[in-house]
């Protein structure tokens, strides 16, 4: 049974004052210019995001040693963890919003900006961020990373979003679009795989299996593939028993529960597995459980001539 991750509800930081000076001549004292500055944990998730969108770079290589160099830890970490892999998993489906509320298509819009409405976007629509919150974060971050003409637009897109959800309208114009193009955008899958999954449902059901060949089957894969994952590891033999990195994972703070496939993974709830002494000797890894069991069988086939093990 794989542990059950804690539902967060986040409340968003003040943004930090400007520095005031005394005026001449009087007792009034009056802000000096400065640039609104967003708080920097999504100052950070941007700037992993922009670089995936801008450099083609991994976002699961970018995100955890930066916040490790940011000591960005516990509940600022699991939101910027949420924020960062979410905003990406649903991106396909935020692009098409922000076609429906933005006079300027997607394409037209300069990077830093597309990357901010994504993030604010999924901030309204999939975490518990409250809406004031969202959009104000997001104007400032756009003040901060591009420039101030954006902040207009990223203030009315969002909001025009928020209207045309709460008053139902975005789930009709979804439901006007045939159901294939509505389950490839509402899941941010790409129409190939659409396809590619009617087409093995169909053969699946000719073979008797149980699943029916619907959409509400595809329907569920498609929503399966956008659950947020679990952590897999890997107690390599020899080097480390499962009980004890299972021990060393809860020492951690994390939930920890052993693989139902794999006699020596570990699924892990969070955190960062890099933090592990474990992981750091190579001792034990990231690996996912179908990878563990390939290693497996291919470590107790039957070797032929003068080789001795697999490598």
């Not at 509800?9 to 400065?34: D, M, T």
């Not at 679009?177 to 509402?186: F, G, Q, V, Y």
């Not at 028993?241 to 496939?261: F, H, I, P």
């Not at 459980?289 to 470590?299: E, K, R, T």
């Amino acid at each position: 049974m794989r542990p059950d991750r804690p539902s967060k509800e986040y409340s968003p930081r003040k943004s930090p004052r400007g520095n005031q000076r005394k005026k001449r001549g009087g007792n009034r004292f009056e802000p000096e210019e400065w640039r609104p500055q967003t708080d920097r944990v999504r100052t950070l998730v941007f700037q992993v995001l922009l670089a995936v969108e801008t450099k083609d770079a991994y976002a699961n290589l970018l995100l955890p040693p930066r916040l490790t160099r940011a000591h960005i830890a516990g509940r600022d970490a699991g939101f910027a963890t949420e924020l960062t892999y979410g905003t990406l998993r649903s991106q396909g489906f935020y692009d098409w919003i922000i076609d429906e509320c933005s006079t300027r298509p997607v394409a037209a819009l300069e990077k830093e900006v597309l990357v901010i409405l994504r993030m604010g976007l999924h901030q309204l629509l999939n975490m518990r961020v409250p809406t004031h919150a969202a959009v104000s974060e997001s104007v400032n971050l756009t003040k901060q990373e591009a420039n101030e003409g954006a902040a207009g637009l990223v203030n009315g897109v969002l909001r025009q979003a928020v209207r045309l959800a709460d008053s139902g309208e975005l789930e009709s114009r979804l439901d006007a679009l045939n159901a294939s193009r509505r389950l490839a955008i509402e899941y941010s899958h790409p129409a190939w795989i659409i396809a590619a999954y009617r087409a093995a449902l169909s053969e699946h059901a000719k073979l008797g299996a149980q699943i029916p060949s619907d959409d509400d089957s595809l329907t569920a894969l498609l929503a399966e593939n956008n659950r947020a994952p679990y952590i897999n590891l890997v107690a390599r033999p020899g080097l480390v028993n499962r009980e004890e990195l299972a021990d060393a994972v809860e020492d951690m703070g994390q939930d920890v529960a052993y693989s139902t496939l794999s006699p020596w993974g570990l699924i892990v709830s969070g955190g960062d597995p890099a933090s592990l002494e474990e992981v750091r000797q190579a001792r034990a890894g990231v690996e996912d459980q179908g990878s563990q069991l390939v290693a497996g069988i291919a470590a107790t086939y039957p070797l032929e001539g003068s080789d001795q093990n697999w490598l």
